[in-house]
């Protein structure tokens, strides 16, 4: 372990992708001497411990880069249990010091043409061009007090925020005015929405899909099609989401940074915002740590759920590619991400959260959740990070069929917190054969607390593989006739 990041082990650095000078060899080599033991540095060659309370991020499996994912938890990594989660650790370590604003900028992807280089020489390089003289002066004109100010200003920010990221910690309001889904116009209205989830066929017979889709299209205002969760291949979620556009239903495409590249991500949304879908919700996707084996790679993504929302919502906005090129005619979406009030700290997700409506997420469907009370605690952290009034909120209610998924759920889902008197409830009805009911009582009792909190905007229902369920939750619940698939 090294002296200053917490983590568990040492990974190999990063080896460059091309023949570098002596020079540079040499200044790599004294750089990982130094940062190897204090930071487990792996020479990704853009080096953010400044922004990080020094732990190096490169620690996290899934390598990412602006916060922690749904699996955070105090006490270890989802995808690997032996470690802490090294994001945790940040935030602790950054509330602790007083350095959590820094958390907020969106930070750029890897810029894989530097990695195994040394970062220092683009320090250098930096102060080179603005003057020793120079950052010196401004130094001395604002006093000593502002000299890590200055370095950031004049040195470490241009290297860390590349002309092609530009990178902030401020909010970004959408560039236009009329909302580009019905979902995004009805959460506009004031109406309390209904989303579902349908699952995604095993085959390529769509069937019992396409009857899924017309079940439920009555009762909902959008259906979100999944991208593989728990990284098991299934029916692709735009190609769910074209079927449910010809059959006049509103898709929400989801799309997880888990199996894409930056030039994946970016044709994909073309196309699909071509052939129609309006809603994108963005997610970092379950590690393939979940998956059957042979496993794919699991210690790096191309890109983070963060960095997803930030590239979408420039194509849209600013009309630009990731690396600059002008969009002549730009996709348009109305851009969503996954919430988790109960993974981790609730100070620590509200954080992550803020940074996701800032990037670009316009609604939230948050993991499920099973105690409305609890809600209260991150629904107040929301509030005093002042997004409420940026971003809708969809609470994500699972209907529990059985004891054992409720046990389940909250035993092997990360971020979902099942409280015992529920589970109570389910393992008495299963022992009297009546399970079933329980959960529906269950979801409508949950529901009837939930509509009424404030910063709510409505419901996703995700009853995995029990799709017939919903129409009688919605309407029970007095929800049913509000929606736009009539
Ligand atoms: S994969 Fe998730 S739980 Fe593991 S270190 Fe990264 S952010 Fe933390």
């Known amino acids: 372990m090294s002296v200053f990041t917490p983590g568990r082990r040492w990974q190999a650095p990063f080896m460059p992708f091309k023949r570098t000078s002596f020079k540079q060899r040499a200044l790599a080599k004294i750089e990982l001497a130094v940062k190897g033991p204090l930071f487990?540095?792996?020479?990704?060659?853009?080096?953010?411990?400044?922004?990080?309370?020094?732990?190096?991020?490169?620690?996290?499996?899934?390598?990412?880069?602006?916060?922690?994912?749904?699996?955070?938890?105090?006490?270890?990594?989802?995808?690997?249990?032996?470690?802490?989660?090294?994001?945790?650790?940040?935030?602790?370590?950054?509330?602790?010091?007083?350095?959590?604003?820094?958390?907020?900028?969106?930070?750029?992807?890897?810029?894989?043409?530097?990695?195994?280089?040394?970062?220092?020489?683009?320090?250098?390089?930096?102060?080179?061009?603005?003057?020793?003289?120079?950052?010196?002066?401004?130094?001395?004109?604002?006093?000593?007090?502002?000299?890590?100010?200055?370095?950031?200003?004049?040195?470490?920010?241009?290297?860390?925020?590349?002309?092609?990221?530009?990178?902030?910690?401020?909010?970004?309001?959408?560039?236009?005015?009329?909302?580009?889904?019905?979902?995004?116009?009805?959460?506009?209205?004031?109406?309390?929405?209904?989303?579902?989830?349908?699952?995604?066929?095993?085959?390529?017979?769509?069937?019992?899909?396409?009857?899924?889709?017309?079940?439920?299209?009555?009762?909902?205002?959008?259906?979100?099609?999944?991208?593989?969760?728990?990284?098991?291949?299934?029916?692709?979620?735009?190609?769910?989401?074209?079927?449910?556009?010809?059959?006049?239903?509103?898709?929400?495409?989801?799309?997880?940074?888990?199996?894409?590249?930056?030039v994946g991500l970016q044709s994909e949304v073309m196309g699909a915002s071509a052939l129609g879908v309006k809603n994108i919700l963005c997610l970092t996707g379950d590690s393939m740590a979940l998956s059957p084996s042979p496993r794919g790679r699991m210690d790096i993504v191309d890109i983070d759920s963060v960095q997803m929302l930030w590239i979408l919502r420039r194509m849209r906005d600013e009309g630009k590619y990731m690396d600059g090129r002008e969009i002549k005619t730009p996709p348009q979406y109305f851009l969503g991400a996954a919430a988790s009030p109960f993974a981790s700290n609730m100070k620590f997700q509200a954080l992550r959260e803020q940074k996701k409506v800032n990037a670009g997420a316009q609604f939230f469907q948050t993991n499920v959740v099973l105690d409305a009370d609890a809600l209260d605690e991150w629904l107040n952290e929301i509030a005093k990070r002042n997004i409420l009034d940026k971003v809708y909120i969809m609470i994500g209610i699972t209907p529990l069929k059985s004891y054992k998924t409720a046990a389940y759920m909250n035993n092997n889902i990360p971020g979902v917190f099942v409280p015992e008197k529920i589970l109570k409830r389910m393992e008495n009805a299963e022992s009297k054969g009546n399970a079933q009911e329980e959960g529906v009582q269950i979801t409508l009792e949950l529901i009837e607390k939930i509509k009424i909190k404030q910063g709510v905007h409505g419901i996703h229902l995700m009853a995995v593989g029990w799709e017939e369920i919903v129409p009688r939750i919605v309407q029970e619940a007095g929800l049913a006739g509000k929606t736009q698939n009539n």
């Open 40 to 262: 487990g540095c792996r020479m990704c060659g853009n080096c953010l411990l400044q922004e990080t309370a020094l732990i190096c991020p490169m620690e996290c499996p899934k390598g990412l880069r602006n916060g922690p994912c749904g699996g955070s938890t105090p006490e270890k990594c989802y995808v690997d249990e032996s470690r802490p989660c090294i994001w945790y650790k940040i935030y602790e370590r950054s509330f602790k010091l007083g350095r959590e604003a820094l958390l907020l900028e969106v930070l750029p992807p890897l810029d894989w043409g530097k990695a195994g280089m040394n970062a220092w020489g683009d320090v250098f390089s930096q102060a080179n061009k603005v003057g020793v003289a120079n950052i010196a002066a401004q130094i001395s004109q604002r006093g000593s007090d502002s000299v890590l100010k200055v370095l950031d200003t004049a040195v470490f920010r241009p290297v860390r925020q590349p002309e092609w990221w530009q990178g902030d910690a401020e909010y970004h309001a959408p560039k236009y005015s009329q909302p580009i889904s019905n979902l995004e116009r009805a959460l506009k209205d004031g109406e309390f929405v209904v989303a579902a989830e349908v699952t995604s066929p095993v085959s390529v017979n769509t069937d019992k899909l396409k009857k899924n889709i017309e079940l439920l299209k009555p009762y909902v205002t959008a259906l979100n099609f999944t991208d593989s969760p728990s990284a098991i291949p299934r029916m692709s979620s735009w190609a769910c989401s074209k079927l449910a556009l010809e059959l006049n239903t509103e898709p929400v495409m989801q799309i997880a940074a888990r199996d894409r590249t930056r």
